[in-house]
């Protein structure tokens, strides 16, 4: 083994103490420096190409990882040049953003933190099913999230789901007077349709749409032309549809039943985990040649469609975290893209995104 193949193993393994070797930090390995612009003029943020989902370290996503092991890899993830963190006040509920602030407020200058209201959270519990889009409970989780957070200003304050009670104009009034205030930077939606994004964005630009948007669930696509027109971005959530296009799950997959709502979705029964594997074929089939993974070409199809997507993905793993960044690197040409894209078209996914009760929060 050479030099520098000995170094390398060294900084993969961790190992650097007392060797008197010149330490090599993970960053140097792996370091994204390609940025994408959210938004326009004096609602846009610049970050990273790759964003980082917090949201799985604490909820929805199985057993609870080691605490300490968290903030170590979102320190990693700022190593790496990660500046886009995405958290909400429903995760946990709190837990999340607490974790977030813990380990992130150190760089508050240097990154970009996000969150989101719009569920019904009272003393710390989720009143299950129900939104609240009040003007005087933004403000409230607004005050709340930055104290968590430890931050001074939310760099994206997104709704989290629209509230069919509170009209759309008084909800991004209410986030008009949070930026003027200082204490919010930019305006966020999710899952929201077209008229409540166009209303919404009269009332205060919008800079980024949040929505699950990954090869199996296009139909966000039906939206760009407008987001084009406003110059709005798009932040494709579980763009590795919750995991599963890393092409690890089969129908021995177990969830856990208290912590991961994979386990109620019907995307991940086993018969579905069987009969959707059809898709992972797919990206292994054009990561071949680029020594890609299904992860990594799930990642890159994703930032091959538009220029105004930063995909958020979720780890708890540095190994994952690792092989996630590397897929800003995999491109496409435009044949490629194409044939590809074609062939997708063809494929029907088997089982529905959400259940009843989750789809009625989302907008066409
Ligand atoms: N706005 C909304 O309504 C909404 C809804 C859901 C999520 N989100 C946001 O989107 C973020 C990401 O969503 P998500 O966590 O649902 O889905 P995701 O990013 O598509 O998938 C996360 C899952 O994939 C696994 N994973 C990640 N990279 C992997 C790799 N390279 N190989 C194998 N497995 C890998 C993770 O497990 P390991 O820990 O084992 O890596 C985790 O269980 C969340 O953190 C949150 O910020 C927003």
């Given at each position: 083994m050479n030099r520098r193949n000995f170094l390398k193993l060294m900084a993969v393994m961790g190992i650097y103490a007392s060797t008197g070797i010149p330490k090599i930090t993970y960053a140097e390995e792996y370091k994204i420096s390609k940025k994408r612009i959210l938004g326009k003029g004096d609602y846009s943020l610049e970050v990273s190409a790759l964003g980082f989902g917090v949201m799985g370290m604490t909820y929805n996503r199985g057993p609870l990882p080691n605490r300490k092991d968290m903030i170590n890899l979102l320190h990693k993830a700022y190593d790496y040049g990660i500046t886009l963190f995405d958290t909400a006040e429903i995760y946990g509920p709190h837990t999340n953003e607490i974790l977030a602030g813990e380990a992130l407020s150190k760089f508050k200058n240097k990154i970009h933190i996000t969150t989101k209201f719009g569920h019904d959270i009272v003393n710390g519990k989720y009143n299950y099913g129900k939104l609240n889009s009040r003007p005087e409970q933004i403000r409230k989780v607004a005050e709340e999230s930055l104290k968590r957070l430890k931050i001074d200003r939310i760099d994206i304050f997104y709704q989290h789901r629209v509230d069919p009670k509170v009209p759309i104009e008084d909800v991004a009034g209410t986030v008009k007077d949070l930026i003027k205030e200082g204490k919010v930077r930019c305006f966020g939606l999710c899952e929201a349709g077209i008229e409540t994004i166009r209303k919404a964005h009269k009332e205060q630009p919008v800079t980024a749409l949040q929505s699950e948007y990954h090869i199996m669930w296009r139909e966000p696509e039906t939206i760009f032309p407008v987001l084009e027109e406003l110059g709005i971005g798009f932040v494709p959530y579980s763009p590795l549809n919750r995991g599963y296009l890393a092409g690890k799950m089969d129908k021995n997959t177990k969830f856990d039943p208290k912590n991961d709502n994979r386990g109620t979705?019907?995307?991940?029964t086993q018969e579905a985990l069987e009969k959707n594997k059809k898709f992972i074929t797919l990206l292994e089939k054009y990561g071949k040649n680029k020594n890609a993974t299904p992860a990594q070409m799930a990642l890159a199809w994703l930032l091959a469609q538009k220029p105004y997507i930063v995909p958020i993905p979720g780890t708890t793993k540095l190994n994952h975290l690792q092989e996630n960044i590397n897929a800003v690197n995999i491109s496409f040409t435009k044949l490629e893209l194409a044939q590809f894209n074609n062939e997708l078209s063809k494929m029907e996914v088997f089982g529905e995104r959400y259940n009843k009760e989750q789809q009625k929060q989302v907008e066409k």
């Open positions: 979705l019907l995307r991940f």
